[in-house]
């Protein structure tokens, strides 16, 4: 359940009201003795002795919306029409198209974008095959896909239902980076045979972005496609989410004044997001961080719900060797990154904490502990949600990081590649803006997808991966 009203959950409602005084402050009323959010009221019609309106409220979730609908059918003189759900009004018809870019009005144009003219292309390309970049939308085009195994805090829910996640990142490709994305979704969980499938419609695309593949096979899945494929093979799930996490986590310590490869780092959350945190941190010289999942730290030796990703980890990580649960770690911390599960996280907890104590609760929707409830006892605090301070959005990440290998027609990706997205993204923020509850840049700034298209494509260059 949401705990405050949200445009995800907003309805419109088409009501006919009787025309006389007071009839309105009535509606108003009872929404808000509801607990909804009025938005805008739009007159649709007015009659003789009635006025039909478009009434427009955000709810907590679908039972709120009914609590609301109760209310106003409660009032003497107002008739409910119709109900719209206007986030499925988005969807309706699927939220991305194809268009041309141009023109075909006549003989001489259809005789130069297809036959007879194309075929010139064509024999260009079969005698040079690095021009498919710049004859084709492989020059800036990108795949998502997916196997429907981990969408959102949704799981395993299949590739029909994950498409209009999908469509929605290839909206935020275009929207934040300029870049042509298609939503691809595969009925397999077989590694070999995703694997075999991607490399084998992997031609029309610059970069492949691996989307809401559950752990642990989109590990195997993306370090095979690297091995095979000549473009970047990213799962953003993983490396988004860590790119951003690093860029807040260099912003807090510019906050503290604190070099951040000395932190004491706790992370909660094993599955792909988590593992990729801890290992991006490690690399870039966090020495001090502790794994946790549902059976407690990850450490060497443990037995009990491991495979082969999470033994690999605890080799690296938890230096003090610590074998209990998640308030146990805590002691002494001093930032929490929570990329795991709700309401996992108790006051008492935070309170263990070292002095400054940092919180990241990225769980989404709802986070590991309500923001209302960490924020009075933390220095910084930082969420999944657009709703509070700070946060931490893979939006800030993917669109510029593509951007950027496309423009360089990138071979493929580095971990110098994304410390240097981190960076781009951190630095967005000037000193004299920086503080605790601006340690990020907003998703709507545009110049973040500039920054980190141009720290990517010139990392690239040094590391010999452009062409």
Do not use: W
């Not at 959102?152 to 469509?167: S, T």
Request: proline letters at 4%; glycine letters at 8%.
């Amino acid at each position: 359940m949401g705990y405050v009203p949200s445009p995800s959950y907003s309805i419109t409602l088409r009501v006919e009201i009787e025309n006389r005084i007071g009839m309105f402050a009535k509606i108003a009323s009872a929404i808000s003795g509801a607990g909804g959010d009025l938005g805008s009221i739009d007159i649709v019609k007015v009659e003789k002795g009635r006025i039909i309106r478009d009434i427009t409220v955000n709810a907590r979730d679908e039972e709120h919306e009914k609590k609301i609908i109760k209310a106003l059918k409660h009032i003497e003189g107002v008739k409910i029409l119709r109900v719209m759900d206007r986030t499925f009004l988005v969807h309706e018809g699927g939220k991305i198209g194809i268009y041309n870019k141009i023109n075909v009005k006549g003989r001489e144009d259809l005789s130069r974008v297809y036959t007879p003219g194309v075929a010139r292309v064509c024999l260009d390309i079969h005698k040079n095959p690095e021009h498919v970049y710049r004859y084709t939308i492989k020059g800036n085009t990108v795949a998502v896909i997916t196997d429907g195994t981990a969408v959102l805090g949704l799981g395993n829910i299949g590739p029909d239902a994950a498409m209009p996640v999908m469509e929605g990142k290839c909206m935020l490709f275009k929207e934040f980076g300029g870049v042509d994305a298609f939503p691809i979704a595969v009925r397999t969980t077989d590694v070999d045979e995703l694997v075999n499938i991607i490399k084998k419609i992997s031609t029309p695309f610059g970069g492949i972005n691996l989307e809401d593949i559950a752990a642990p096979r989109c590990f195997e899945v993306e370090r095979r496609l690297r091995e095979e494929l000549d473009i970047p093979v990213i799962h953003d799930d993983q490396h988004g989410t860590a790119i951003v996490t690093l860029a807040a986590l260099i912003n807090v310590g510019r906050v503290l004044k604190r070099d951040i490869r000395d932190f004491r780092v706790v992370i909660s959350g094993a599955g792909a997001a988590g593992t990729a945190t801890a290992y991006m941190l490690l690399e870039y010289g966090i020495k001090d961080i502790t794994v946790c999942d549902r059976a407690g730290t990850l450490y060497e030796g443990r037995t009990e719900d491991m495979d082969s990703h999470k033994a690999e980890l605890a080799q690296k990580t938890n230096p003090r060797k610590i074998k209990g649960k998640l308030t146990d770690v805590l002691e002494g911390a001093d930032v929490f990154i929570g990329l795991s599960a709700p309401n996992i996280l108790k006051p008492e907890d935070i309170e263990k904490m070292a002095k400054d104590k940092v919180v990241f609760a990225l769980a989404n929707p709802d986070p590991e502990i309500a923001p209302e409830l960490a924020m009075p006892l933390v220095r910084i605090m930082a969420t999944g949600r657009s709703d509070y301070p700070n946060q931490i959005n893979n939006v800030l990440a993917f669109p510029g990081l593509f951007k950027g290998l496309l423009e360089v027609r990138a071979k493929g990706v580095d971990k110098e590649i994304f410390f240097a997205a981190a960076n781009a993204i951190a630095n967005i923020i000037k000193d004299e803006e920086l503080n605790e509850d601006y340690i990020i840049p907003s998703i709507f700034n545009k110049k973040v997808a500039q920054a980190v298209s141009h720290a990517v494509a010139e990392k690239a260059k040094k590391l010999k991966l452009a062409r």
